[in-house]
């Protein structure tokens, strides 16, 4: 197979492989580039998606790609894209693959490119020992596992409370940790009292430092000396779009969330640009991922079929 292709799609987890599937069942070629950084590595199993839960990421994508290299007209390579641009009706890319840079050509782009969770941003040590293993992102994808265990809710803004109605579902035993905030900034007098009447402590002081062993929380640290005892936490680091500045010389529109703005077909505003998975939403899980991968892989597609006839 050349270096030209009908989709080249940037990013080879849930999302992205579910694009290149979707299109190889259009007979269409694609090259599918994947960096091996899908943000759930960290984490050892994936639930709620059915016929999959409890399965570790790393099975169903070996499973995925097994699937996928049946059809001819794919190709699937390891390697990170470090340029994009457009010409004409074609779109230019560099990647290295192998430590060698290479180039290749394709007609539509499917960014499938995921975030990058800034968890040392955060400045609390060790949490990368705990990240997607007792140091939490989403309840959906943990909280069964962690169910009435001592639970820390690490939030210094306007989400603490729709965290905490959330996280009361799965605990009781739950402690507010606003690292530093005061309390009375972050939450109304009436939601103080809501948090008091369900026995909900508050602790505002800095945390630095998170114990335990093997990925299993134990205790969290706070700058004073103290600690307390917590089995798990809640925290949303801050995060950054991969590929974002390949996405910036692109103009692709980026929203106020920071996530690339696509339409209900996966459409960017860039015409023959798409982009699915956790790079457009909050919703990050691995069903919702392959599900818009699905679609921008369809419309993509769609899209060459609509070209052709009118050539």
């Not at 990647?95 to 995921?114: D, L, Q, R, V």
């Not at 996966?266 to 939403?281: H, K, L, P, R, S």
Request: charged content about 20%.
């Amino acid at each position: 197979m050349d270096n030209s292709y009908d989709v080249i799609i940037i990013g080879g987890s849930a999302a992205g492989l579910a694009a290149t599937l979707a299109i190889a069942r259009t007979m269409k070629t694609v090259l599918c580039i994947d960096s091996k950084a899908p943000c759930n590595r960290f984490s050892n199993y994936m639930h709620n998606f059915i016929g999959h839960d409890g399965d570790s990421s790393f099975e169903f994508k070996s499973q995925a790609k097994e699937n996928i290299m049946k059809y001819k007209t794919v190709e699937l390579v390891e390697g990170e894209v470090i340029e994009v641009a457009k010409s004409e009706n074609r779109f230019q890319i560099a990647a290295t693959i192998s430590n060698t840079e290479k180039h290749y050509t394709g007609k539509k782009i499917i960014f499938a490119s995921g975030v990058n969770d800034l968890i040392n941003d955060v400045n609390i040590k060790n949490i990368e020992n705990f990240w997607g293993k007792s140091a939490l992102h989403c309840p959906y994808c943990h909280g069964y596992e962690v169910a009435n265990m001592k639970t820390g809710l690490i939030f210094d803004n306007s989400r603490l409370m729709d965290m905490a109605t959330m996280i009361y579902n799965w605990t009781k035993n739950i402690t507010v940790l606003t690292n530093g905030t005061k309390i009375s900034s972050i939450c109304s007098e009436s939601q103080l009292n809501e948090l008091k009447n369900k026995d909900i402590e508050v602790i505002d002081k800095v945390i630095t430092e998170f114990i335990g062993e093997s990925g299993r929380l134990k205790s969290v640290v706070f700058s004073d000396g103290t600690s307390i005892s917590l089995s798990c936490v809640y925290i949303h680091p801050p995060f950054k779009l991969n590929c974002e500045d390949i996405l910036n010389k692109l103009q692709v529109h980026i929203d106020t969330t920071k996530l690339i703005k696509v339409n209900p077909f996966q459409e960017t505003n860039i015409n023959g640009v798409y982009a699915c998975g956790d790079c457009t939403t909050f919703f990050r899980t691995v069903p919702n991922a392959v599900s818009q991968g699905n679609i921008a892989g369809a419309f993509a597609s769609k899209n060459l079929f609509q070209d052709s006839w009118n050539e």
